[in-house]
């Protein structure tokens, strides 16, 4: 019984190991090569446009993706899954996504032309796609696959950078490598079907988790993105990068979440025993610990790569490291926590959360911001992100004793509420 449970912790470790790598390789190239070549070629003012610009296509890319992807995956637990069910929903998400980009980025005061608003479209599109088509890896545990994935999405934006110079304009720089990611997949998958499975009967229920789930996740991300949105309308491009550029390392660190939380969601989709409050206390202490650690060490990590990178731009992004890096570690454990309690409790107390979330987001930062400048943002957000972690604490502790709640649990959670 020890040798299988510490086989499985085994097991479980090499699999978050081998896609944090993959997904940290894919942010480090985007981060740290591609965002630097931008600031260099378009200066401090632009780059704060193009970060964004970056935020909404993030905020509709994850959206989208993610919601039919983790649907997929909660879904998996009932038995096989139709890609039809949701492949139609990331087309049809992707269309309007791109399309709502467009007067986002032309009346957004963002100096961008009508070629540079498409090409952004086009970026949006192949986002929420490339959000969905890791579930191709995440359904069969095929972390190896999940891993080569993303190898080849950052091989394709750092030719993103060379192609750049032959066609000036900053979104071509990820375009590739989105391309080249869903290309993979649609040679190799075989769980993304192109349309070719027919929708299954339980069609409408599973369109009701994806909806829920999508509303959730663009709360979520509206909110985590909600800082580079209020610095552009309310102190200007030139804030939204130094506190990009304060918050770097921390933000990076979240980037972790994903292929963290794809690994935490695979294995208790397959666990259907109760939760205790030794589990959650457990869980407890192990993401404090968390914080304080990855806390410490983004703001090391922002001496160095910030100095490194952006050295024109190090004076004034250092007294921002550990209140901007504090504010984004809370954010990434609380990604972690609201997971385990996908798991633990009804849907709909993700929706839940998000909701206090961005109310306590919009009641606390922007006042705060427009009375105290970036730093009264940086205290606001830093605030609301431990707000987020507690409550997803506490939520976890009021469901213990619960089991694991299959697909249909959830389903029946959304048609209700």
Same mark, same amino acid.
């Given at each position: 019984m020890k040798s299988d449970l510490k086989s499985k912790i085994k097991t479980i470790a090499s699999d978050s190991i081998l896609s944090i790598i993959a997904l940290v390789l894919m942010n480090v190239v985007a981060q740290f090569i591609v965002y630097p070549f931008w600031k260099r070629a378009y200066g401090s003012d632009f780059y704060g446009h193009i970060l964004y610009a970056m935020s909404i296509v993030n905020? +509709?890319?994850?959206? @989208?993706?993610n919601a039919?992807?983790? &649907?997929?995956?909660?879904?998996?637990?009932?038995?096989?899954?139709e890609d039809g069910d949701y492949s139609i929903f990331v087309l049809t998400g992707s269309v309007i996504s791109a399309l709502g980009t467009l007067p986002l980025i032309l009346f957004g005061g963002l100096d961008m032309d009508l070629t540079t608003a498409v090409l952004t479209g086009v970026l949006t599109f192949v986002t929420c796609w490339r959000y969905y088509c890791d579930v191709e890896f995440r359904l069969n545990i095929n972390y190896k696959?999940? +891993?080569?994935?993303? @190898?080849?999405?950052?091989?394709?934006? &750092?030719?993103?950078?060379a192609l750049m110079?032959?066609?000036?304009?900053?979104?071509?720089?990820?375009?590739p490598g989105e391309l080249a990611g869903l290309i993979f997949v649609r040679v190799k998958g075989k769980v993304i079907s192109g349309f070719r499975d027919k929708r299954s009967p339980d069609f409408t229920s599973i369109l009701g988790t994806i909806f829920l789930l999508s509303v959730t996740y663009f709360i979520n991300n509206l909110v985590f993105n909600g800082d580079r949105l209020l610095l552009e309308h309310t102190l200007g491009g030139d804030f939204v990068t130094i506190y990009y550029l304060g918050s770097l390392v921390g933000k990076t660190m979240t980037l972790i979440t994903s292929p963290m939380n794809s690994v935490i969601i695979g294995y208790l989709a397959r666990y259907h025993g109760q939760f205790t409050k030794k589990m959650v206390t457990w869980l407890l202490g192990v993401t404090f610990g968390t914080i304080v650690l990855f806390s410490g060490l983004s703001v090391l990590g922002s001496y160095i790569l910030i100095q490194l990178l952006y050295p024109e731009s190090?004076?004034?992004?250092?007294?921002?490291?550990?209140i901007g890096n504090a504010a984004q570690i809370f954010y990434f454990v609380a990604n972690v926590v609201t997971t385990v309690l996908l798991r633990m409790a009804k849907a709909n107390y993700q929706l839940k959360i998000n909701i206090v979330y961005a109310v306590t987001f919009l009641a606390c930062c922007i006042p705060a911001t427009i009375f105290g400048?970036?730093?009264?943002?940086?205290?606001?957000?830093?605030?609301v992100n431990i707000v987020r972690y507690l409550m997803a604490i506490?939520?976890?502790?009021?469901?213990?004793?619960?089991r694991a709640l299959g697909a249909s649990s959830v389903a029946e959670t959304e048609q209700k509420g």
């Open positions: 905020i +509709f890319g994850i959206t @989208v993706g039919a992807n983790n &649907a997929r995956m909660v879904a998996s637990v009932k038995g096989k899954t696959g999940y +891993f080569l994935y993303y @190898v080849i999405i950052s091989i394709g934006y &750092a030719l993103g950078i110079q032959v066609i000036p304009y900053w979104p071509v720089a990820l375009i190090f004076e004034q992004a250092l007294p921002f490291f550990l400048g970036l730093w009264g943002f940086c205290f606001a957000i830093l605030f506490i939520l976890c502790y009021t469901h213990t004793g619960s």
